[in-house]
């Protein structure tokens, strides 16, 4: 009885297929490293020490190869993290990421019919939550999206929803992930983003490292304690546990249910500069720029439902998370 972990050789799918190996979970994994490397996947061998995971460079998009998988294993849920996320690839080219996003769900969600197999974990956003009028954000909040990238993870619930309701043996748990950043503390697994970084993060540790000169931030007239933008940062070791929950929670429960994973506490762009500083003892050169269009001033998620429900919550600590993403990208890039 194995975990498909779809899209598991990315950046939170490779830490949790990590947490999965560790507490004994039978996995394979299946990813068409359009957004990956394969040395992830080796990676996970060697901090888990398991030398034979099934992993398939396939598309999700692809029947006859999901098929495949299923037919030769005998898969009792999946972790679906597959899917494209760069929010502004998304704006200028919607096509693909309604096609790959949307595409890969669907037919994912047809064979798993096909088998059987009715226990889905499904990687959702904060972005669901658009504009958010007030914080923390719980899951009850209004849901609206801003770009095709949202939108896909909005339109992805509502299918897996209706899923549900058509068949009363399904059970999808929705993991609205807020802002995953830091890296395993063996520091080989992590986030590599593609070209220039959008994200925080890792444009700090680009800065760090010498590969970008200056971090611009995106505005400090915002109604925050310093004002630049606040965010839910989460240590992504802390979220690939979640899914373990999330997983002992639709073994035991049927139908859909959503789930924020956040630590609950906001932290400002400033903050997370100074405490990435402090932490790793460089000098992150930084200059005030205009807004970003789109951005919201504040996000958090009130966790209490994953406290709750999953039995779950964050542990680790914004320098934690400072400290592992220095420690990755120093070991990946110099
Ligand atoms: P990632 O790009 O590192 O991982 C996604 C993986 O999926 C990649 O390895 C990619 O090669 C693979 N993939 C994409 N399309 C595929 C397809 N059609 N078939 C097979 N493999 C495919 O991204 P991540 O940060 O690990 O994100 C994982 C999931 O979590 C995504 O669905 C993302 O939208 C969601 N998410 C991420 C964040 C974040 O900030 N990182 C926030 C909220 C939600
Ligand atoms: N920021 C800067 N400079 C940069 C990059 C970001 O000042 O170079 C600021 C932003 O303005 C924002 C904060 O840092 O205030 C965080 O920005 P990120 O781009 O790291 O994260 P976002 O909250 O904008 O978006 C992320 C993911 C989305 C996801 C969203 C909610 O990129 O996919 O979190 O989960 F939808």
Not at 102 to 114: A, F, G, I, P, Y
Not at 141 to 163: A, R
Not at 236 to 257: P, S, W
Request: charged content about 20%; proline content about 4%; aromatic content about 10%.
């Amino acid at each position: 009885m194995a975990v498909l972990v779809t899209g598991g050789a990315g950046f939170i799918g490779s830490h949790t297929a990590v947490e999965l190996i560790n507490s004994g979970k039978e996995i394979i994994i299946v990813d068409n490293l359009c957004n990956s490397n394969i040395q992830s996947v080796e990676n996970i061998k060697k901090i888990t020490n398991i030398n034979n995971i099934p992993f398939f460079e396939y598309d999700c998009c692809c029947k006859k190869k999901l098929t495949e998988i299923f037919q030769k294993n005998h898969i009792e849920s999946v972790i679906h993290f597959a899917g494209l996320k760069a929010v502004g690839e998304s704006v200028e080219q919607p096509l693909k990421y309604y096609s790959n996003n949307l595409k890969s769900t669907l037919t994912l969600c047809e064979v798993m019919n096909k088998f059987n197999c009715n226990k889905l974990v499904f990687s959702s956003s904060a972005t669901v939550y658009g504009s958010p009028e007030t914080v923390p954000i719980k899951e009850t909040f209004p849901t609206s999206t801003t770009n095709p990238y949202g939108t896909t993870k909005l339109m992805i619930e509502n299918i897996l929803k209706d899923i549900c309701i058509a068949n009363p043996n399904f059970s999808v748990a929705c993991l609205r992930y807020f802002n995953p950043i830091g890296a395993h503390q063996s520091g080989l697994l992590g986030e590599v983003p593609n070209g220039i970084p959008n994200n925080l993060m890792p444009y700090i540790t680009q800065v760090a490292v010498g590969k970008l000169k200056i971090l611009s931030v995106f505005g400090n007239d915002y109604p925050t304690h310093d004002g630049t933008g606040v965010r839910d940062y989460i240590h992504v070791v802390d979220l690939a546990k979640g899914h373990l929950n999330a997983l002992t929670y639709i073994e035991n429960h049927c139908g859909f249910e959503t789930f924020n994973l956040g630590t609950g506490v906001g932290y400002s762009v400033l903050d997370i500069i100074k405490t990435f500083e402090e932490i790793n003892n460089i000098t992150i050169p930084y200059k005030i720029t205009e807004r970003r269009p789109g951005d919201v001033a504040v996000c958090y998620a009130d966790p209490t439902k994953s406290k709750d429900l999953l039995n779950w919550q964050a542990n680790l600590s914004l320098k934690d998370m400072c400290r592992d993403s220095w420690n990755f990208t120093k070991s990946t890039f110099k």
